[in-house]
């Protein structure tokens, strides 16, 4: 029967063990170029500058949240002492103009001024405060900005890199299953289905060479007496690995 061992293949004597070795090296190139995809360097260093600015990010916001409370307290400060200068200016108007009409009044409009004028300088003062408060913040801000800015420039030059990268790849790929498909077409259905499952299997690797007593797959040394066998063997008897199972081609 085909496909276990000690069975010929039929046809071209070897001929569909030589197209299963051609297909391994075929498929083992396509699972190096995707390991090679997943493992692109300029994709670490890409990684590496996005966790930088998303760490840089993370600390910006929580400094421009606080920036953004005191500049909050700063407009309403402004709108408040701006309120007291409008209130006292109309007072004060009103008093020159003689419209108050007592001493009484004016010495009021007077008391009230001196009042407005207090709570302006106290606001002032807050405002001060708030200030000197956000300086450090601002400069923290700039600092964050600048330190920002060129590694941004870097992972703008990466995300080029890396598309370049998996671009070729890509069309390493594409030439490797066109290579492919002829070469499964021709291995016998039960020879290939055998193979496909050792794949699945044994990490990526169906069939192996026979090469100084070992077995290429699993690295290991047979027996003398069976690599004569495997010499000896009918042409295109399918044999398999001792030690792993694998189509062994001698």
Same mark, same amino acid.
């Given at each position: 029967?085909?496909?276990?061992?000690?069975?010929?293949?039929?046809?071209?004597?070897?001929?569909?063990?030589?197209?299963?070795?051609?297909?391994?090296?075929?498929?083992?190139?396509?699972?190096?170029?995707?390991?090679?995809?997943?493992?692109?360097?300029?994709?670490?260093?890409?990684?590496?500058?996005?966790?930088?600015?998303?760490?840089?990010?993370?600390?910006?916001?929580?400094?421009?949240?606080?920036?953004?409370?005191?500049?909050?307290?700063?407009?309403?400060?402004?709108?408040?002492?701006?309120?007291?200068?409008?209130?006292?200016?109309?007072?004060?108007?009103?008093?020159?103009?003689?419209?108050?009409?007592?001493?009484?009044?004016?010495?009021?409009?007077?008391?009230?001024?001196?009042?407005?004028?207090?709570?302006?300088?106290?606001?002032?003062?807050?405002?001060?405060?708030?200030?000197?408060?956000?300086?450090?913040?601002?400069?923290?801000? !700039?600092?964050?900005?600048? $330190?920002? +800015?060129?590694? =941004? &420039?870097? /992972? #703008?030059? %990466?995300? @080029?890199? *890396?598309?370049?990268?998996? !671009?070729?790849?890509?069309? $390493?790929? +594409?030439?490797? =299953? &066109?290579? /492919? #498909?002829? %070469?499964? @077409?021709? *291995?016998?259905?039960?020879?290939?289905?055998?193979?496909?499952?050792?794949?699945?299997?044994?990490?990526?690797?169906?069939?192996?060479?026979?090469?100084?007593?070992?077995?290429?797959?699993?690295?290991?040394?047979?027996?003398?007496?069976?690599?004569?066998?495997?010499?000896?063997?009918?042409?295109?008897?399918?044999?398999?690995?001792?030690?792993?199972?694998?189509?062994?081609?001698?």
């Amino acid at each position: 029967m085909e496909g276990e061992p000690g069975a010929p293949v039929g046809g071209d004597g070897d001929a569909p063990l030589r197209l299963l070795l051609a297909l391994q090296d075929a498929d083992t190139s396509a699972d190096q170029l995707a390991y090679r995809r997943g493992h692109l360097p300029e994709q670490a260093a890409l990684d590496l500058v996005r966790s930088r600015l998303a760490e840089m990010d993370r600390a910006r916001g929580g400094v421009a949240a606080e920036r953004a409370a005191l500049s909050v307290r700063e407009e309403e400060l402004e709108r408040e002492t701006a309120a007291l200068v409008a209130r006292s200016a109309a007072i004060d108007e009103r008093s020159r103009s003689g419209s108050a009409g007592s001493y009484r009044d004016q010495q009021a409009m007077a008391a009230e001024i001196e009042t407005l004028d207090r709570r302006r300088a106290e606001l002032e003062e807050v405002e001060l405060g708030v200030l000197e408060a956000a300086e450090p913040l601002d400069a923290e801000l !700039a600092r964050i900005d600048a $330190e920002r +800015a060129p590694l =941004a &420039a870097e /992972r #703008a030059v %990466l995300e @080029a890199e *890396v598309g370049a990268a998996a !671009a070729s790849l890509e069309v $390493e790929v +594409a030439e490797t =299953a &066109a290579r /492919r #498909a002829p %070469l499964a @077409a021709r *291995v016998p259905a039960p020879l290939l289905a055998e193979y496909e499952t050792l794949r699945r299997r044994l990490g990526g690797v169906g069939v192996a060479r026979l090469v100084r007593g070992a077995c290429e797959g699993c690295h290991l040394a047979l027996p003398a007496t069976e690599v004569d066998r495997l010499h000896r063997a009918a042409v295109g008897e399918v044999a398999h690995c001792e030690q792993c199972g694998r189509i062994l081609v001698p």
